[in-house]
């Protein structure tokens, strides 16, 4: 159960926009195990003003970097999680045109029990 936290300038092309969050939803499922129709995304859209990064920590990024904020089940290895970041900022790239520079991603595992999808009730607790 991911929840995606996307975070993109507002110059972003609506259909980039909807591509971005097919890449990364394809990742997750084929890299990362996540299920089908498990798709809960939260894109907000920043001025430069309120999407702040170094142009420069580590990488050299341009006006078009994004941040991705990943949260889902703890347990993956450090392989599968490359892998993700990997299929990320290359399909971003494929289908967006975006620099793989300017793909920020940080993922936050939960133990299964933190989720509840509605009606009060913790559907993955054992």
Known sequence: MPLVRIDLPNTTAPADRARIVDVVYDALRHVAGAPEDDRFFILTEHG???????????????EQALIIQITLNAGR????????????????HERTGIRT????????????????????????AD
């Open 77 to 92: 290895s450090t392989e599968v999680k490359k892998a993700l970041f990997r299929a990320v900022a290359d399909g971003l």
């Open 48 to 62: 430069p003003d309120t999407l702040v990064m170094d142009r420069t920590y580590l990488v050299a990024r341009t």
């Open 101 to 124: 520079e300017d793909v920020f991603i940080n993922l936050i595992e939960v133990p299964k029990e933190n989720w509840s999808f509605g009606g009060g009730k913790a559907q993955y």
